[in-house]
């Protein structure tokens, strides 16, 4: 029997990730762009063992029979296919981040899970292998292998990875509006809007053009074209989305109220840009030193709004994903 375990922290993306153009191999229709954040780590256990007959999938202490646990184990067939095994494993996994809420829990989850099985099962992987084998769990995951900001090309299975870019040192402060499961999964969501949304065509070669200007600001440390590109580039996919049939909405009134806040500080002189991924939750990024002040804004706007229990939390740029002890650890 053998068993490693991994820690990994989900990615917001500043461009984002929205369609594949091959959903069997997970590669996506744009490259993205993304702060891997140092709060919310997932922590995942794999132990290989010959006796089991089938995968067991345990998340939060609870043993998973559904889609989820499926999902887990088509990806442990791809690494098993590469490591020329058929033994089945125990995956044991912690969330810390709330699951299918738009917080990215897909991304830390299949990282941490790439690591940890991958070296369960023995493969020797470098970065971009481990990159491209967790983006097969979930296309975000391949962002969260790697520290800080993350670029995501597009490309075939083999150049389609993330990498580490040149950047500033950016704050993301987090505002949790709803903990709760979404009704539409990122998955299933984004191929709706392939399908049936007429702006998915805008969608694609904005984004592109946008992702090359966002590594160039990035390059230069422009923190305001920086900001001005990741609330137009999400606004935008929420535009996309909302073009579908049937029309997915992920954004909430608390969600557009926080959007409206971030404007507000702007006009006050703060550098402050918001964006959000496939929930209700906002993230906004800000130079360090203003991450207070913008937590305590968004902190006042959401106690304002009535049968709304936020949280606030600032993040800044974490880490790749990584081996760690049981108890979590460094190995
Ligand atoms: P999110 O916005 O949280 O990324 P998604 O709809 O993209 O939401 O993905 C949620 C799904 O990701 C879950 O239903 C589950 O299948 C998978 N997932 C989340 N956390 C983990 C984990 N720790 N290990 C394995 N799979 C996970
Ligand atoms: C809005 O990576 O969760 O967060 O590849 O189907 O697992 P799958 O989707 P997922 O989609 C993330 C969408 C997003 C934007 C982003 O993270 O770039
Ligand atoms: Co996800």
New binding site residues.
Partial sequence: MTTATAQAHPNIALIKYWGKSDEAMSLPATGSLSLTLDIFP?T?TVEVDEALTADV?E?NGTVRDD??AR??STFLDLVRAQAGTTAHAR?T???T??????????????A??AVAASAAYGLDLDEAGLSRLARR??G?ASRSIIPNVALWTEGDDATSYAREVPAPTIAMVVVTLDAG??HV???VAMRRTIETSPFFPAWVTSTRTSLDEMVAACAAGDFTRIGELTEANALRMHATMQGAEPAIRYLSPASIALFDRVVALRAEGIDAYATA???PNVAVICPPADAERVAAALRETTDALPGVNASVLVAGPGPGAHLVDRAGGAA
Avoid: E, W
């Avoid at 981040?97 to 299949?110: D, E, K, Q």
């Fill in positions: 997932t995942t999938f998340l889609d989820a999902r887990v995956v996994s912690t969330n981040v709330p699951t299918g809420a738009g917080l990215a829990s897909s991304a830390s989850g299949f941490a899970l769990g979930s975000s499961v979404k999964s990122s998955r991924d496939a929930g």
